[in-house]
């Protein structure tokens, strides 16, 4: 039976301002110019995170099946029809667990994939990881990891600079896993290396990263240089100011910069203590910082929130939705089934009022409760 919503579409190729998207089942059959439409609400695209730890009071990074459902649903409550559960830096024995809790609820569908932010990533620009974590990328665990998954694993996370770098990318690419470059101290040579060797995401642009200077440009430069590299932005006030987030989009392209969440469990709840891979975390104001240190501990974000604060700073609503959806879709190699109001796609929407506020939330041809 087909199904109609009408409204403001926004599609990959503009805003249809009296348009309606149809849909059979769980896939988009039409979307179109609606001239009777009279409802004003935003009709976007489900939200796709590719970088997100957990929230409503729900993790991800302990590997516990029970908690990665419960977050899931938490952001899908704001959106996000699509996500990757992203782990952070931990020992080898809890990263298979992970993937072994995870990989059912990714052919269950609960999740789009596994991402590993970690372990392999530099000491200097470790940021809220853990330093007890840390070491050279292995090509053996990788694989292992990689097998045992059958597809669940999306991305990993390493610093370019790192012992065996180079060799981990080209296997992870060999296995169509995205590699990504963060948390990394890596000179603008380096990272160019890493995406010559197939590295095609930079994890949160500018944040756990060798700072920009005229003389030595580092990864950003880099990363935002290489014309098939999307650069994730956490679009928070926090992470970044924004006068950045809007350069980098603007030097990226929509069609290259992707916002994510880099939520934790404290996404939608209350300030207070925290936990983040066995570090404590105080939450003041909405902003997660580490106990020890102050630095930032991920973040309370969510993809509607994000979406809101890109379009204040300046940001056309079209292209801050190819930034939450079309791009990261796109990003980790789920393009052709998600990520846009497009015939055949998965029928995922989000309905916004006007102060792009979630009203309803369509997932797979449903309308969540």
């Given at each position: 039976?087909?199904?109609?919503?009408?409204?403001?579409?926004?599609?990959?190729?503009?805003?249809?301002?009296?348009?309606?998207?149809?849909?059979?089942?769980?896939?988009?059959?039409?979307?179109?110019?609606?001239?009777?439409?009279?409802?004003?609400?935003?009709?976007?695209?489900?939200?796709?995170?590719?970088?997100?730890?957990?929230?409503?009071?729900?993790?991800?990074?302990?590997?516990?099946?029970?908690?990665?459902?419960?977050?899931?649903?938490?952001?899908?409550?704001?959106?996000?029809?699509?996500?990757?559960?992203?782990?952070?830096?931990?020992?080898?024995?809890?990263?298979?667990?992970?993937?072994?809790?995870?990989?059912?609820?990714?052919?269950?569908?609960?999740?789009?994939?596994?991402?590993?932010?970690?372990?392999?990533?530099?000491?200097?620009?470790?940021?809220?990881?853990?330093?007890?974590?840390?070491?050279?990328?292995?090509?053996?665990?990788?694989?292992?990891?990689?097998?045992?998954?059958?597809?669940?694993?999306?991305?990993?996370?390493?610093?370019?600079?790192?012992?065996?770098?180079?060799?981990?990318?080209?296997?992870?690419?060999?296995?169509?896993?995205?590699?990504?470059?963060?948390?990394?101290?890596?000179?603008?040579?380096?990272?160019?290396?890493?995406?010559?060797a197939g590295a095609s995401v930079g994890t949160h642009l500018f944040n756990g990263m060798r700072p920009v200077h005229h003389?030595?440009?580092?990864?950003?430069?880099?990363?935002?240089?290489?014309?098939?590299?999307?650069?994730?932005?956490?679009?928070?006030?926090?992470?970044?100011?924004?006068?950045?987030?809007?350069?980098?989009?603007?030097?990226?392209?929509?069609?290259?910069?992707?916002?994510?969440?880099?939520?934790?469990?404290?996404?939608?709840?209350?300030?207070?203590?925290?936990?983040?891979?066995?570090?404590?975390?105080?939450?003041?104001?909405?902003?997660?910082?580490?106990?020890?240190?102050?630095?930032?501990?991920?973040?309370?974000?969510?993809?509607?929130?994000?979406?809101?604060?890109?379009?204040?700073?300046?940001?056309?609503?079209?292209?801050?939705?190819?930034?939450?959806?079309?791009?990261?879709?796109?990003?980790?190699?789920?393009?052709?089934?998600?990520?846009?109001?497009?015939?055949?796609?998965?029928?995922?929407?989000?309905?916004?009022?006007?102060?792009?506020?979630?009203?309803?939330?369509?997932?797979?041809?449903?309308?969540?409760?």
């Open positions: 039976m087909t199904v109609r919503v009408n409204g403001r579409v926004v599609t990959p190729n503009g805003v249809i301002r009296q348009g309606c998207v149809e849909w059979d089942g769980d896939r988009i059959t039409a979307v179109a110019e609606y001239p009777s439409a009279r409802d004003g609400h935003w009709i976007l695209p489900g939200f796709v995170d590719m970088h997100t730890h957990g929230g409503g009071g729900h993790t991800f990074t302990t590997g516990d099946a029970d908690q990665a459902r419960a977050a899931a649903d938490f952001h899908l409550a704001h959106g996000t029809t699509t996500l990757l559960a992203s782990l952070v830096s931990a020992p080898f024995p809890l990263m298979r667990a992970a993937t072994e809790a995870f990989t059912p609820l990714v052919d269950e569908g609960v999740l789009a994939g596994i991402h590993f932010e970690g372990p392999y990533l530099s000491a200097a620009r470790c940021g809220a990881q853990n330093p007890e974590y840390l070491r050279d990328p292995s090509t053996d665990e990788l694989s292992e990891l990689i097998e045992l998954g059958a597809g669940a694993i999306r991305m990993v996370t390493l610093a370019p600079e790192r012992d065996g770098a180079l060799e981990a990318i080209k296997l992870l690419t060999a296995q169509r896993v995205v590699a990504a470059v963060g948390h990394t101290d890596a000179t603008y040579e380096q990272t160019r290396a890493a995406v010559a003389r030595e440009p580092g990864p950003v430069v880099a990363l935002l240089d290489a014309p098939n590299v999307v650069c994730e932005l956490v679009a928070d006030g926090v992470h970044l100011h924004d006068g950045t987030l809007t350069f980098a989009t603007s030097t990226a392209g929509p069609d290259r910069a992707a916002l994510i969440t880099d939520a934790m469990a404290a996404a939608g709840m209350p300030d207070g203590e925290y936990e983040l891979g066995g570090q404590a975390v105080t939450v003041t104001d909405g902003v997660a910082r580490l106990a020890r240190d102050g630095a930032i501990a991920g973040s309370t974000l969510t993809m509607d929130a994000a979406l809101r604060h890109a379009v204040n700073a300046g940001i056309p609503i079209a292209d801050a939705t190819r930034m939450v959806a079309t791009t990261p879709a796109r990003a980790v190699g789920l393009g052709d089934r998600v990520g846009a109001l497009q015939v055949g796609l998965r029928a995922d929407l989000v309905v916004l009022d006007e102060e792009l506020t979630v009203v309803r939330v369509l997932r797979g041809g449903s309308w969540v409760e």
